[in-house]
């Protein structure tokens, strides 16, 4: 059974600065692509970061780049997205997704096909 479990969610006014953390448990963590996703109210699920936990060979999406960072620690199978100068649109839930093999090849697809379990997720605001 695998299970992914987001957390550090909240509210935050914009410029403000979260970082969500996701623990994984039950597979192999340590030869995964791990991402960070995204949805709002009325819109299409986005993706916005990926990591190959083997290799830490990191992706991004173009409308997070220089704000948001993914990272790792493989001894406690723990993902992070750092979330720097949030802005109102960043608001959604969060979602930390695992794929099901072990190859890195597609980690950048951040469409998501790829992806097979998903956390509960974990709600961001921006506002002021």
């Known amino acids: 059974q695998v299970q992914l479990v987001e957390s550090g969610g909240g509210s935050v006014q914009p410029g403000g600065s979260l970082r969500l953390s996701c623990a994984a448990s039950?597979?192999?963590?340590?030869?995964?692509?791990m991402g960070w996703f995204r949805q709002a109210p009325g819109k299409e699920r986005e993706g916005l970061a990926s990591?190959?936990?083997?290799?830490?060979?990191?992706y991004y999406a173009d409308s997070v780049k220089g704000r948001f960072s993914i990272s790792q620690d493989n001894t406690n199978g723990t993902v992070w997205l750092q979330m720097n100068s949030l802005k109102p649109e960043d608001t959604g839930m969060y979602y930390c997704?695992?794929?099901?093999?072990?190859?890195?090849?597609?980690?950048?697809?951040?469409?998501?096909?790829?992806?097979?379990?998903w956390g509960q997720g974990t709600q961001v605001t921006v506002s002021s």
């Open positions: 990591i190959f936990t083997h290799d830490g060979e990191i």
């Open positions: 039950g597979y192999t963590f340590s030869r995964r692509c």
């Open positions: 997704a695992a794929g099901l093999s072990e190859l890195g090849s597609w980690c950048d697809d951040l469409t998501s096909p790829g992806y097979t379990y």
